[in-house]
DNA sequence: GGCCAGGACACCA
DNA sequence: TGGTGTCATGGC
C-alpha cells in the first residue's frame, strides 16, 4: 500500500479536517498557531483550547503581548492545558527567540527547523508543526498515532525513530505542505477513533503503564 | 479511580 | 545511548 493511496482513503472516508489556516499569507493567527503547537504538547486539543480562549480574553494573541506579559500570569491563563509552568516558561522562551528576527511575519519566513530545535521547548514534533501549520514549510509532522498506526499497518518498523520516519513520509510523497497539513490531521483523527495504545505484550506486567506501547 | 491526550527534557548508568 | 522520572489538567 503506497503512502498517497491511503491518504486518498482517509480523505474520501473521513474528509477534510480543517485544521491550522493555509491561505498562505501571514495574519496574527500564526502566532495563536505557534502557541497552539506548544500548549498541546501531551495533551488533547480540547484543553488546548480552553487555554487558547483564556489568552483571547485576555488579548495575548500577539508576539508583543506575549513578550509584554510574566511568566506567572501566562501560567495561570494557560493552566487547562496542563504544565502549565513548564509551558509558559517554553512560551516566553520562544518568544524571545522570535523576537530576535524582529516579527513573527520575518521568523516564519525565514526559520529553519535546525534552529527551531535549538529552542528549548521545541521538541521535532512541535517545530515540524510550526513548520507546517504556522509557516507553510512541508515539513511532515510525526506523532504517536503516525508511528502505531503504520507499524501496525506493516508499513513500518515498530522501533522506527521520529526522523526515520519523517523521512519515509516525506520521500514518499509529493513535496506538498497542502497534503503534509491534511494527512497529519487525517491520522490523528483515524487515531482517536481507532488506535488506542496497548502493552505490546498481553503478558507484560506493568500492562497499560509499560512504556513499550506502540 | 485509572487511562489517555496533536511531548520535551533532565538525569542517570 | 537508552531508560526513567517529571511536568498536570480535564474528559471519558
Redesign the pocket.
Known sequence: MKLLKVYDILLSTSGPQN??PMDGGFSPKEWEVCI??IL????????VK?ALDNLKKENIVSLEKTLGTNEKKI?ELI?????????AKKLKGFAEFVKTFGNVNNFLKNIERDQL?K?????????D?ILL?AAGKASFVI???TKRIFSRMGMTGKEIG?EELRKFFEQNLPRDSRIYNEYH?LI?DL??KV????PLCEKCPL???C?KII
Open positions: 485544521w491550522w497552539g503547537a498541546t504538547q501531551n495533551t488533547s486539543w480540547n484543553n480552553k501560567a493552566r487547562p492545558s496542563g504544565y502549565y509552568n513548564q509551558k530545535l529552542v528549548n521547548g521545541i521538541g521535532p514534533e512541535t517545530a508543526s501549520y506523532d504517536a498515532y521520529y490531521a490523528v487515531g482517536k488506535c488506542k495504545p496497548k500492562g497499560r503503564k512504556k
